[in-house]
């Protein structure tokens, strides 16, 4: 199994995962145009996309969809909700493109086992995804404002894990944003911060060599170095050596990480 992080912030966000026998982006928050142009700066040629897996509905993570499902006749997974909430975003598919699957069950796309993980934020029906193939485990966490223990279960010993680290508290706090966008993103059903995301982690990894992506960083309310160092604090005051128990990265905001084989 290999991944790609095309894109990840509030301008949109789109990552790839591919198996021996199956291509999938999960979520397509940019246009088609630039989407295409993402995955050709890492090989991949969109015309090969098996499936486009859907988070929730907004326009950062949903934007592309209808372009890329119609000019490529992609098959489209999201749940129920998801479905009902970007329907004027995706605009009308035929029906054998649209793929429902129920929040919280287990389901298999060609080689790929998925587990659909509901997660909170102020979206009709949000999702995680965690992915399963030959042995190896990637789990996918992008918007969600609490990780609750069960959570945390689902996507312990993932051998690649995609997890929010949206703001820094202080930034966010002192920032130009007005008291209700304030509240919303640190609120149960709006984002992680930096301290967040690095307490999520120090209770799901177990410093075996993981790679962990932090993504989803706001360009207002943090900076990629800042994520960076105080996450690698958080983790070392739990044990965990961030320079040689775990592999740390930033999933930048525009280009595209490369393609990561998770062995």
């Not at 979520?27 to 991949?44: H, N, P, T, Y």
């Not at 404002?145 to 894990?161: N, Q």
């Amino acid at each position: 199994m290999r991944f790609c992080s095309l894109a990840s912030g509030s301008s949109g966000n789109c990552l790839y995962v591919e198996t021996e026998h199956t291509r999938v982006l999960v979520d397509a928050g940019f246009s088609g145009k630039q989407i295409e142009q993402m995955l050709r700066k890492v090989g991949v040629d969109p015309k090969t996309l098996d499936y486009i897996f859907v988070t929730h509905e907004h326009l950062d993570h949903a934007k592309g969809v209808g372009v890329l499902a119609r000019r490529y006749r992609i098959p489209v997974a999201a749940n129920f909700r998801t479905w009902e909430g970007m329907r004027k975003c995706v605009g009308t598919l035929p029906k054998e493109l649209m793929l429902v699957f129920e929040t919280g069950t287990d389901f298999s796309v060609r080689d790929l086992d998925v587990h659909a993980l509901s997660i909170f934020h102020d979206a009709k029906d949000p999702v995680g995804f965690v992915f399963f193939h030959q042995g190896k485990k990637l789990s996918i966490l992008t918007d969600t404002g609490f990780v609750s223990e069960a959570m945390t279960e689902k996507i312990k010993h993932s051998d690649l894990l995609f997890l929010e680290s949206n703001h820094d508290t202080v930034m966010l706090e002192e920032g130009p944003y007005p008291l209700h966008l304030k509240q919303r993103i640190r609120s149960t059903r709006g984002h992680l911060s930096n301290e967040d995301s690095a307490h999520v982690l120090a209770k799901a990894l177990k410093g075996r060599g993981e790679t962990v992506f932090l993504g989803h960083l706001s360009h207002e309310n943090n900076v990629p170095l800042l994520a960076m160092d105080t996450v690698s604090g958080i983790l070392t005051d739990y044990g965990l050596n961030p320079k040689t128990d775990i592999v740390l990265r930033p999933a930048a905001r525009f280009e595209p990480s490369g393609l990561i084989s998770i062995k």
